[in-house]
């Protein structure tokens, strides 16, 4: 029997990585097929990127100390954001890495880098040609049943 909180231990320490699928779509083009590539983090991993960042963050605060004009803003700027960053990596399971696919403007592969708090739907330009490409998770795309 497994206790409760269904957590298994991670007999693998390595990060792990995950792909799901997307839908690139942009203006009247017909949407095409992408991925998403995620990071997986273990209840380990989170707990110990909200720690660094909490530290990180009370550091800062201590830094800022002989800052004197300024250190009336950052101090308490700095010990709140300790806590709220550190909350928030302990609840990321997971953080975008990047999307590939085809871009429907120029018809071609693309692959952008996306920043770890960025989560689907989401609009990015298409960095070959700079198109407004919306990003869309495959599973809740319902865009084509709309067209005839
Ligand atoms: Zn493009």
């Known amino acids: 029997m497994f206790a409760s909180g269904g957590v298994q231990p991670q007999p693998?320490?390595?990060?792990?990585?995950?792909?799901?699928?997307?839908?690139?779509?942009s203006g009247e083009y017909p949407a095409r097929d992408g991925l998403l590539h995620t990071r997986v983090y273990s209840q380990k991993e989170r707990t110990r990127r909200a720690a660094l960042a909490w530290l990180g963050f009370w550091l800062l605060a201590a830094l800022s100390i002989p800052?004197?004009?300024?250190?009336?803003?950052?101090?308490?700027?700095?010990?709140?954001?300790?806590?709220?960053?550190?909350?928030r990596r302990l609840k990321m399971r997971e953080a975008a890495e990047k999307a590939t696919g085809f871009c429907p403007v120029h018809d071609g592969e693309f692959t952008m880098e996306l920043e770890a708090g960025d989560t689907l739907p989401i609009w990015q330009p298409c960095p070959e040609c700079h198109a407004p490409l919306h990003l869309v998770d495959a599973l809740v795309d319902n865009t084509r049943s709309e067209k005839p």
């Open 12 to 25: 693998n320490p390595m990060p792990t990585s995950a792909e799901h699928k997307i839908r690139v779509n």
């Open 67 to 87: 800052i004197v004009v300024a250190h009336l803003i950052l101090i308490p700027a700095f010990l709140i954001a300790g806590p709220v960053v550190a909350y």
